[in-house]
T-cell receptor, first 113, second 109 residues
Framework: AQTIHQWPVAEIKAVGSPLSLGCTIK??????LYWYWQATGGTLQQLFY??????VESVVQLNLSASRPKDDQFILSTEKLLLSHSGFYLC????????????FGPGTRLTVL | GQQVQQSPASLVLQEGENAELQCNFS?????MQWFYQRPGGSLVSLFY???GTKHSGRLTSTTVIKERRSSLHISSSQTTDSGTYLC???????????FGGGTRLTVRP
């Protein structure tokens, strides 16, 4: 069975500090991977997606970047956090080839002060 | 304008009543997913429904592509059904899900 793990569970960071959020999928080779973000009280929106190692497409610009260093790992990061980065970050995967159901991780709650 | 619109934005029921949640979309559809969002934010997948009707316990999802709508029916609501329900449109063969704003359901005992 496939499992998806996100870390950390929650993070409180200062404005201007760096950030790295991680996502790992086990039990599935070559998945499509996605990052989503939801501001408090807002709508979930997709930030990035990746169909293969080393390749990431940006969907929404939020002064964030993403990388896929391994087949089963997706990293979301920034060198300088903004207050507007606060919210809930979700990682998801779908089988290679697209057009299929997406499966979501437990999420990371980020608070920027 | 918004590609995915959910209605109603909020709904209050007495336990035992039925609920009908709507999701209307303005673009072409590859598939539709319905989720329950827990208070902490994580998502529980309810249905992956490209078209037609699917059932799961007290839940029924119906997607009508021609009419650009999908619905989630909850029968005999329970207090534990309270929470936020999200629909998400896949209109690009899996590369992107566009979420609706959600319906916040409250079921009173």
């Amino acid at each position: 069975a496939q499992t998806i793990h996100q870390w950390p569970v929650a993070e409180i960071k200062a404005v201007g500090s760096p950030l790295s959020l991680g996502c790992t999928i086990k039990g599935k080779s070559s998945p499509n991977l996605y990052w989503y973000w939801q501001a408090t009280g807002g709508t979930l929106q997709q930030l990035f997606y990746s169909i293969t190692v080393g390749q990431v497409e940006s969907v929404v610009q939020l002064n964030l970047s993403a990388s896929r260093p391994k087949d089963d790992q997706f990293i979301l990061s920034t060198e300088k956090l903004l207050l507007s980065h606060s919210g809930f970050y979700l990682c998801a995967w779908s089988p290679l080839g697209g057009g299929a159901e997406q499966f979501f991780g437990p999420g990371t709650r980020l608070t920027v002060l | 304008g918004q590609q995915v619109q959910q209605s109603p934005a909020s709904l209050v029921l007495q336990e035992g009543e039925n609920a009908e949640l709507q999701c209307n979309f303005s673009t072409s559809l590859n598939s539709m997913q319905w989720f329950y969002q827990r208070p902490g934010g994580s998502l529980v997948s309810l249905f992956y429904n490209p078209s037609g009707t699917k059932h799961s316990g007290r839940l029924t999802s119906t997607t009508v592509i021609k009419e650009r709508r999908s619905s989630l029916h909850i029968s005999s609501s329970q207090t534990t059904d309270s929470g936020t329900y999200l629909c998400a449109l896949d209109h690009n063969a899996g590369a992107k899900l566009t979420f609706g704003g959600g319906t916040r359901l409250t079921v009173r005992p």
